[in-house]
Structures are given as C-alpha cells and as structure tokens.
C-alpha cells in the first residue's frame, strides 16, 4: 500500500548538478520524516539527508554538506534532493526512504519504507 518511487537519476560529468524526486503514496507524508541514502557497489548502503514533516529541520551527512539540499513539498508529496558540485564518489544508487518525524535518525533501520532507488553515475 505504501509506496515510494524515486526518478531523476542518470549520466552527468563531474561538476553537474542534478535533482532526484521521490513521489510518495499510501502514508501520511506530512507526519512522516524523509530521508535519501545512496549505496555504490563498493560500499554499505549509507545516509545522505533528511528532512522532517514540516520541512522546517534537516539533517546533512558530512561529506555532502555544502553540496546537497534536502527539500519536500507536502501538497505534492514529494521529497527531493539537489545535489551540486557532483563528483565521481556520488556515484551511486540513490534510495528514498520514510520513516518517524525525527530527523536524528541515521540508521537503515529507523526507516520503515522504501523505494527502489534510481541511479546516479558521474562521470570525469
């Protein structure tokens, strides 16, 4: 019943910008914590950004802040994330997930729903 879809990934070169969407349905989005995490092959599935369900807090992991804006607009019940500056290391599976209206939590677990992520590769 709950379902989330992200779209917007693709092919950019390094230094691009790009925004990722991820739709909602089936929750009670304005109640619901959002967040985006992104997995490479090489690496564990890992937090990127959240945002809470009056878009009034967020929450940046170190190695994109400065770089990446969490946004959401709950009449479209949508959530998004703008990413700038990209580098060949963002390079990956990006996930929207939903989860309580805590923007501390960090933790796959914390995080009840998911989508089935869309895929970022950049290029040098």
């Known amino acids: 019943q709950v379902q989330l879809e992200e779209s917007g990934g693709g092919l950019v070169q390094a230094g691009d910008s790009l925004e990722l969407s991820c739709s909602a349905s089936g929750l009670n989005f304005v109640w619901r914590g959002m967040a985006w995490f992104r997995q490479a092959p090489d690496k564990e599935r890992e937090y990127v950004a959240g945002?809470?369900?009056?878009?009034?807090?967020?929450n940046y992991a170190d190695f994109v802040k400065g770089r990446v804006t969490i946004a959401r607009d709950n009449a479209k019940e949508t959530v998004y994330l703008l990413m700038n500056i990209l580098k060949p290391e963002d390079a990956a599976v990006y996930y929207c997930?939903?989860?309580?209206?805590?923007?501390?939590?960090?933790?796959?677990?914390?995080?009840?729903?998911w989508g089935q992520g869309t895929q970022v590769t950049v290029s040098s």
């Open positions: 997930a939903a989860g309580s209206d805590i923007t501390s939590y960090t933790s796959l677990s914390q995080y009840p729903y």
């Open positions: 945002i809470s369900g009056s878009g009034r807090n967020t």
